[in-house]
């Protein structure tokens, strides 16, 4: 009984989604619906013709004058039947077809709208969420390809139930009989799936790991390293060793249940054994005609195959309804929701406050930011600095709204940021990551990613500005070698291409953030992009993250950061001359290197 409530219970789940897919489809539903009535029925009628048949070639041998006229319809009704069962076929495999492709499309679509418009970066640092997310993308294939089967199990019911219908008026007992002694078998071939798909979920963190052995083997990203340093032998292990944990699991799964489904098949055999037995003695004391005795056995043997049919294809059928169990997780998870507006407390309003900020990592035991408070007043341009893991790029996290604070507010003009809408308040920020985003896209389309502008002009002028100009003319050629006539860059030029895709969103922001923007670049490259992030920051609210202390001079204040904390703050004359601090001590470490 639990078993059944839990197919049900998935059957449930995904109505809504299957709903979504099929809305605006209602011909194309009804006229598959139609043909899978009409090639379920055919072969059933032809059977029941085919029977009449013989019993008029018999009654025409034994009485020569019969009558022509039945037997002509009859042959013509026949190969009427076979026509029709033919044509029905061809057009419902058309429809099956359509179908199977239109729910791939609609479920890889919504897999990939989910993992990529969730408002925040929490849904990928979530252990959980990734074995959903990889168990989803194995899934989603099959979740389509069981369509097929799906409008081969309609159409096996079509004619399991004419075939019932006609042979009840001659054997009532017989269609009985054999679903009876085939129930067991189809619990246990349920229960067994059941099973299967529990190991499934408990290898849901191998799934994970195998789909990242993946990319590192296959991206191009990891190519070079892998080549250099001997990786593919080690990774190839791993890859084999985690995959073959989980085939001795599920093979053992599967032996144990094969077992359990030979010995119930032996059982299911007793119906078809009585009926057929029945059916001969009929005939052989002439109770029944041959051509009854024809049409019963084809009836037997149809209905026996059909409801085998059912029996071996509904475990596929209960796994597409676990498979979709992943994706329907996802589709439903909540996203974070936006709070009731609160308003800071001040006279003056600063444009950005973080008051009492704490953040822990999921996962992380150690705060990556403790009680962290400072203002920005608008117009202002404020440097951050400190060492490697102080935080400084979560304190960007944190004001882009990628992660929540675990405690403390973050307020813009005075209200908390946490009941801003997501995309309205992100339009302000204009943000480069220092692990900016290197996308495998045309050169337009790397550059526009979040401006509404398209003008060639407005690119050419872009690209000037960061001194790539000689990707001018290659605007729709894509930055990738995977790509036919794609293009390479180097790491200094795909920070320069950053910075332009920066400067595309700058018309409509009203802050600017850079995470080391020059990190990429030679002296010569980084000394342009210094000037021109000078006359920018002189424009703009501007936050400024970088180990190359040089750009703390274009900024008005600094303030140094600490296993998450600020320790000092000031501008670059006053800090420097607190000759025993952070500040001055990088500074001069820094700056010894470029003593001549």
Partial sequence: ??????????????????KDIFHGHNL???GMIVFQVIAGVAPVVSTWVNGKLIDHIIKINLVPKSTLTIFILLVASAVFCLILMELAITLNNFFSDYFQNLIYYKIHYRLLEVISSYPTHGLRDSPKANQQIALSRQQAESISEHVTLLC???????????????CISIAWWIPWILVGTMIPLLYARTSIEHKLWNVKEAYGETFNKLHLHDLVLTNPEYSKDIRLYNMHSKLLQNWSILYKEFFQSINKARLKGAIKVTILSLISGIGLFTSFGYVAYQALYG?????????????????????????????????????????????????PV?????????????????EDVTFTYPGASIPAIKELNFILEEGESLAIVGENGSGKSTLIKLLCRLYEPTSGKIYWNGRDIASLDFNAYRDKLAVLFQ???????SVRDNILVGCKKNENKYIYSLLDQVDLGFLKNELDHFLTKRAQDGLDLSGGQWQRLAIA??????????????????????PQAEHKMLMLLGKIIQKKTSIVISHRLALCRITNNILVMDKGKFIEYGNHEKLIQQKKGAYCRMFTSQAQWYKV
């Fill in 1 to 18: 009984m639990k078993t059944i409530l839990n197919n049900l219970k998935q059957l449930s789940a995904i109505k809504k989604l299957l």
């Fill in 287 to 335: 109770t029944i005609s041959i051509g009854q005795l024809s049409f019963l056995l084809g009836i037997i043997i149809y209905l026996k195959s059909n409801l085998s049919f059912l029996l071996y294809n509904s475990s596929d059928i209960i796994r597409a309804l676990l498979s979709a169990t992943p994706l329907m997780s996802l589709l439903e998870l909540p996203k």
């Fill in 28 to 30: 194309s539903i009804i």
């Fill in 152 to 166: 081969s199990i309609f159409l096996v019911l079509c004619s399991l139930t004419f075939s019932f219908i006609l």
């Fill in 501 to 522: 895709r920066l400067l595309a969103t700058i018309p409509h922001s009203e802050v600017l953030v850079f995470d080391e923007p020059t990190s990429a670049l030679d």
């Fill in 338 to 354: 936006i709070a009731q507006p609160t308003y800071l407390n001040r006279s003056k309003i600063p444009l950005i406050v973080f």
């Fill in 435 to 441: 692990d900016f985003a290197c996308f495998p896209l």
